[in-house]
């Protein structure tokens, strides 16, 4: 029994450390890009290497030189598929997807947004990520295929130096927050803040905006004031 177990801790042994010379080598192959896991295709790419290397480290069923010959073999095909990608635009599509543009110009795409099924709150901590904690200082957002947000500041809103400002800075009185996301008051915010409803509808009184249903977002900024994005149908 004793000698059995020692049988298989050896085999086991070996099979680990060559499955990790072998996953290690294919990593310094594939290339950065693929360590990186620019894209939805590398992610899962290089999940898939893994659990292959996994199953011919832990599983004792598992044929070694068929697990080895599988994971070099799906690295091939990783390289084929990026090769295929570099040389077809429409082929690089189907594999990375392309980016989407989420905010245009100030203003949030609706579509752009339903389409990644990107949601209100997704997109606000995706921009506190960046140190941008109201969404009224962005121009441009761009929804990137490995699923970060790559972010354009309006031109007012870029950092400045100590010397380029003269003016006194006051201490904030809120902190940016959603009061309403796709047409439906945000109550939790609206109790953290000590604001009513009321306040709501009258701020959107004063922008000429005269339900709530009208509004796609909105979000209180520092000062007190109601920075506001209409439905794409009240454009039309």
């Not at 086991?12 to 080598?25: C, E, K, P, S």
């Not at 899962?44 to 996994?54: E, K, L, M, N, Y």
């Amino acid at each position: 029994m004793n000698e059995l177990l020692d049988f298989h801790a050896w085999e086991t042994l070996f099979r680990t450390t060559v499955a990790f010379i072998v996953l290690l080598i294919l990593a310094r192959f594939m290339g950065k890009k693929q360590i990186s896991q620019l894209s939805f295709f590398h992610y899962v790419t290089g999940i898939t290497i893994g659990s292959i290397a996994a199953e011919i480290a832990a599983q004792q069923e598992t044929a070694f030189v068929d697990g080895v010959i599988a994971m070099i073999w799906w690295a091939l095909l990783t390289l084929l598929m990026s090769y295929i990608a570099l040389k077809s635009k429409k082929a690089r599509v189907i594999l990375d997807d392309q980016p989407t543009i989420i905010m245009y110009e100030g203003r949030l795409v609706e579509e752009a947004m339903r389409k990644s099924r990107l949601h209100l709150s997704d997109l606000n901590m995706m921009l506190r990520e960046q140190g941008i904690f109201s969404i009224k200082e962005v121009q441009y957002a761009i929804f990137e295929t490995n699923g970060n947000l790559s972010v354009l500041k309006k031109a007012d809103q870029e950092p400045a130096t100590k010397k380029d400002v003269h003016a006194p800075a006051p201490e904030p009185k809120y902190l940016p927050s959603e009061i309403i996301a796709d047409g439906k008051i945000v109550k939790k915010n609206l109790t953290e803040l000590h604001l009513t409803e009321e306040w709501v509808y009258d701020q959107l009184k004063k922008q000429g905006i005269g339900k709530v249903d009208q509004v796609f977002y909105a979000e209180i900024q520092t000062d007190g004031s109601l920075h506001v994005h209409e439905k794409s149908d009240n454009h039309k």
